[in-house]
């Protein structure tokens, strides 16, 4: 089964440098002729691949904005991180005029359902007994636990995560107004590709209730244009009347701990999540009710299409939660309307472990291929210098017991196979040029810290 | 095939390293979730058990397409009384070991939950051996 996923590498761009692949939390990418190629049966989409690339190689998919305009009522559902990223004397109608002016007729902000999410996760944890529950939040932490922590997958909290529960909550509310549901388009401003991936083919339900993606990095460009050449400073802010504090703060680091009984952690960056969640499969902590994993450094204001400072981000909404915080007593505030049910909408249904790195079903089979690549392990020289095109020495030994590499891919042992006469120069050449490409052997003065490295 | 890893007693920040080496090779070996989590998890209380107890220790995993069998030989004071060390809650941990939430005296019971068979042997100022088998596939027990 092939697993959808927004980041591509743009073949005329990369240069097969490695950056990517040494980096890569799931050893998910390969060179092969002098490009990068990403394995989608390993790849989670949390965009490490990205930050990496010294020469933005590394593509988002997005849908076309043109598609909105096949919709009458076109609804844009943004994330408190959009607006988060502009100086707070820019006003929130600002912004929301720009959107206005892109072409949405309806904008709605993500962390709206928040409170639902809240309840949901509360009757969730009351009705299952394993513990610690991982936060279904992050979709690249979800994907994370099904292809490395396979054992953990029963850990994932099954509850819808805000942008699901806010694009039905939206699609019904519209339709109950009186507009047929083939006329609304639901688009989210997203600020990762795992968010894409999660719309495109999701985990746990059959189909979003999302239209489209748009990708924030688009629309910070937009918008800021759009400012710059309408905005005045005498708007009035214009308020989301359904936004909370509690919502502003959701997608920050400790955003969903904070409300959670018992003892919980929030964890963030891929890096770290990846080093607990390795202790947790082993039970060495024990007493953890729920856990908070995001992939991002400072969680999604450190989404990879997040254009704006992390920290400055962090820091606008923090304030915006306080001024939120202090209109909530104000009880002119509306609550939800009750489109949505909590036991038909609140919930994710089964989520599949699907363990990557599995030498073969057959358990015989598969530990025969474990004993040659220890055996090659001893061969090969350990220093992980990625040179094969496989991002270390253990990897290239799996792929070469898979049948997808060779010995000689190693440039070591290729050497000395050369020296042994079992392997001849042209052979060796030819090899170097299937990983690295022909041009790289060829002088090429165009590469940075080179003779022309501007041109 | 056979894995060894060695352990220094009072070494607790390595405890668990050699669990994590097990648990790579039986998701590569695609063995079913459920049963390599008893396995990890027994044989990380194995190790728990040589950092706190011993001076040092040896894991012997072997690995066959039916069962794992995972030997745990520590040189340690060994012990005197195997039955009571087996209760849960028993425990010879010093305070210090027991407030970083080692030593809690669910060690050798809750291996023995988490394995399909287990023999100890100790002698006394000498050492203990501990032998854990689990079969690999549900339909083997
Ligand atoms: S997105 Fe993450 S998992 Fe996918 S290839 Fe890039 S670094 Fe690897
Ligand atoms: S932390 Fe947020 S921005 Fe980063 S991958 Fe997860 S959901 Fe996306």
Redesign the pocket.
């Known amino acids: 089964m092939d697993f959808h996923?927004a980041?591509f590498v743009d073949n005329d761009l990369c240069i097969g440098c490695t950056h990517?692949m040494t980096?890569?939390?799931?050893?998910?990418?390969r060179v092969r002729n002098g490009k990068a190629i990403?394995?989608a049966n390993?790849?989670?989409?949390?965009?490490?691949?990205?930050k990496?690339c010294p020469v933005s190689a590394?593509g988002v998919e997005q849908d076309d904005l043109e598609m909105i305009f096949k919709y009458p009522v076109r609804v844009i559902l943004i994330p408190s991180v959009l607006i988060g990223q502009f100086p707070r004397k820019i006003m929130t109608s600002g912004i929301y005029n720009a959107l206005k002016d892109i072409g949405f007729t309806h904008i709605y902000e993500v962390e709206n359902t928040v409170d639902m999410v809240l309840e949901a996760g509360k009757q969730y944890m009351h009705e299952h007994k394993i513990r610690p529950l991982i936060s279904s939040y992050c979709p690249?932490i979800v994907?994370?636990i099904q292809v490395k922590y396979p054992s953990l997958v029963g850990n994932i909290m099954k509850v819808n995560p805000p942008i699901d529960m806010s694009a039905m909550y939206y699609r019904e509310k519209l339709k109950s107004s009186g507009i047929p549901q083939d006329e609304i388009g639901l688009f989210y401003a997203t600020p990762c590709?795992?968010k894409i991936a999660a719309v495109k083919s999701p985990v746990g339900e059959v189909e979003s209730a999302v239209t489209g993606v748009i990708n924030i990095n688009f629309l910070y460009n937009r918008i800021l244009n759009y400012l710059q050449r309408k905005y005045t400073e005498t708007e009035p802010p214009q308020t989301d009347d359904l936004l909370s504090s509690k919502g502003i703060l959701w997608s920050l680091t400790r955003g969903e701990l904070v409300h959670s009984n018992g003892r919980a952690l929030a964890i963030d960056g891929?890096k770290n999540v990846n080093e607990f969640l390795e202790n947790i499969e082993n039970e060495k902590f024990d007493n953890i009710d729920f856990l908070e994993l995001r992939a991002c450094d400072e969680s999604c204001a450190g989404g990879i299409l997040i254009s704006g400072n992390r920290f400055l981000t962090v820091e606008r909404l923090k304030n915006r939660a306080a001024e939120y915080k202090a209109r909530e007593n104000d009880k002119t505030r509306k609550p939800l309307d009750g489109f949505l049910n909590l036991n038909e909408h609140g919930f994710l249904g089964n989520i599949e472990p699907r363990p990557m790195g599995k030498l073969d079903e057959d358990l015989s089979a598969a530990l025969k291929k474990m004993e040659r690549k220890r055996r090659l392990m001893c061969y090969l020289p350990g220093f992980d210098c990625a040179g094969c095109g496989a991002p270390d020495c253990q990897t290239l030994a799996e792929d070469i017991v898979q049948g997808d590499a060779q010995v000689s891919h190693c440039i070591f042992l290729q050497q000395q196979m050369t020296s042994q006469n079992l392997l001849s120069q042209e052979q060796a050449v030819r090899i170097t040029g299937n990983i690295w490409g022909k041009e790289r052997l060829e002088k090429n003065c165009n590469k940075l810290g080179a003779e022309d490295e501007n041109n | 095939m056979q894995f060894r890893h060695k352990i220094a007693g009072g070494d607790f920040g390595k405890a668990g390293n050699a669990a994590s080496s097990v648990k790579k090779i039986l998701r590569q070996l695609n063995i079913d979730h459920s049963i390599s989590k008893r396995i990890v998890i027994a044989l990380y209380e194995g190790e728990v058990n040589v950092v706190a107890h011993a001076y040092s220790g040896i894991i012997d995993a072997d690995i066959d397409d039916t069962k794992i069998k995972i030997t745990i030989t520590d040189k340690g004071p060994g012990i005197a009384d195997i039955e009571q060390a087996m209760q849960e809650g028993y425990s010879t941990a010093t305070p210090q070991v027991r407030e970083m939430g080692f030593g809690a005296g669910m060690g050798l019971s809750n291996m023995k939950k988490n394995s399909d068979s287990m023999k100890i042997s100790s002698i006394p100022g000498d050492g203990t051996t501990v032998e854990l088998i689990t079969f690999l596939k549900s339909d083997a027990r």
């Open positions: 996923h980041l990517c980096i890569c939390p799931t050893q998910a990418i990403i394995l390993r790849c989670v989409d949390c965009g490490e691949c990205y990496a590394i690249a994907r994370l590709a795992a891929i």
